[in-house]
């Protein structure tokens, strides 16, 4: 098996990820969970093929958790009677912990102390969704054109390399959602997925066109489209992803979703120009950034979430959670990359760091500074254009609180974030909701 690891390459799978999906799927599979539940309190099932199946599958199950130490005297079926037993309940022995963080996919910061429950890997439980998910945009986009080039620029970035975060989140709020309105069908996934391919696309033409405007020369730890072509022939390769993009959101026949994914793109212009300037008074300036960074980035996974809802066919409230948690995640997820972007190596994030000081941008660390040190605040407004502005800038921002202010707001949207999705059904996509919060604020690059 192969899944999409944090950083959007493909890796092995290890037995534990097996392991986890296959407890995921038995989950989600009601006859599975009745048979398990009569096993467990000594109701043999009638039928004799009936037996030897349950009896076939806790052999399946013992097999797929052969050493790995469950910490516990039930077998296996036993564990999936209660489904809080299957993530919840669960403990590794301390010798197999150790082993499973090193095969984990997950790099995130772990607690001291053993590990207490089956930790969800989106990821993993995620894997037939995103597993050919690039390879789905590439041949979208070839499909279009017969222009080599064009191809090739619009491709660029379509590589496997990225994070994946939007599409995994926006599949994984499509199956919470499915879950949680008992509307599973395969027609219903497919058309999310198309929702999710529109997400990725959308935002990797925006870095297309991001790399014209800010002239970068790197971009995921490469050269930037920017740098390998002409910048007319760069600008048009975006517009045409995004025209891509759109003729499959229209194939999908739905007004109310169109609607929702256009106002991304609405978002996106008015926030490129609410970039351009700036604010006089802090005050002013704190809510002049917020508002950028969500129709940014924000306003992205937002409606993306809201439309799998809308496609799905959930009432107001049930969209307006998935956007809200989307929104939430986006924030969060903007502010940590404008304080990676001056704690991180180049090296990490595979870009230069203090970008955005050297763009002329104040992002929230460096106006949380400006609390401490007033001083700042001549250079934001000449947008750190004079000889030694950056340098000092980011030297006054590591002087004062504004990396740790930062991280309390960014951890604030997470929180938010998983309470709101702790108001849908209970399922491993619900759980995984909540694992991408944790994903969001410990990440380094």
């Known amino acids: 098996m192969a899944c999409l690891s944090t950083s959007g390459r493909v890796a092995c799978g290890s037995r534990r990820q097996q392991a986890l999906k296959f407890i995921c799927r038995l989950f989600l599979n009601p006859s599975l969970r009745r048979m398990s539940s009569h096993l467990a309190v000594g109701q043999a099932p009638a039928e004799g093929h009936a037996r030897k199946y349950v009896h076939s599958l806790n052999q399946q199950l013992a097999r797929r958790f052969y050493g790995l130490s469950l910490g516990t005297n039930q077998d296996y079926l036993s564990l999936l009677q209660n489904s809080h037993n299957c993530y919840n309940n669960a403990q590794y022995s301390p010798r197999s912990m150790q082993s499973l963080r090193t095969q984990s996919s997950v790099h995130t910061q772990q607690p001291a102390g053993p590990v207490r429950e089956i930790q969800i890997d989106p990821y993993i439980i995620l894997d037939d969704e995103l597993k050919y998910f690039y390879d789905d945009v590439r041949d979208l986009l070839q499909s279009g054109t017969s222009q080599s080039e064009l191809d090739t620029i619009a491709c660029y970035y379509f590589d496997g390399q990225g994070k994946a975060l939007r599409p995994m989140v926006t599949m994984l709020m499509a199956k919470a959602l499915n879950y949680h309105l008992n509307n599973e069908s395969h027609q219903l996934v497919h058309k999310q997925r198309q929702i999710a391919l529109f997400s990725e696309m959308v935002h990797s033409a925006s870095l297309v066109h991001d790399d014209v405007i800010d002239q970068s020369d790197f971009r ?92 799905a066919q959930a009432d107001d409230n049930v969209a307006e959670v998935a956007f809200q948690y989307g929104r939430n995640i986006g924030l969060a997820f903007q502010l940590v990359d404008d304080m990676l972007d001056f704690v991180s190596s180049t090296e990490q994030m595979g870009k230069p760091t203090a970008a955005d000081l050297k763009l002329g941008l104040a992002t929230a660390p460096v106006l949380f500074a400006c609390e401490k040190y007033p001083e700042l605040n001549p250079m934001v407004m000449r947008r750190f254009s004079e000889p030694g502005d950056v340098e000092r800038a980011f030297d006054l921002v590591h002087k004062s609180h504004g990396l740790e202010q930062t991280r309390f707001l960014a951890k604030k949207h997470c929180n938010e974030a998983i309470r709101l999705a702790q108001e849908l059904t209970e399922s491993p996509y619900q759980k995984g909701l909540q694992v991408v919060a944790d994903l969001v604020i410990n990440r380094m690059k």
């Open 220 to 311: 995921r730890g490469k050269p930037s489209v920017n740098a390998l072509w002409n910048h007319k022939k760069v600008t048009m390769a975006g517009d045409y992803i995004l025209s891509i993009a759109s003729i499959m959101i229209s194939r999908l026949r739905s007004d109310d979703v169109t609607i929702v994914l256009s106002q991304i793109l609405t978002d996106l212009v008015q926030g490129e120009f609410m970039q351009l300037g700036s604010r006089e008074t802090e005050n002013e300036r704190f809510a002049h950034y917020l508002t950028k960074t969500y129709r940014k980035t924000a306003s992205l996974i937002a409606n993306a979430l809201k439309a799998t809802a809308v496609i």
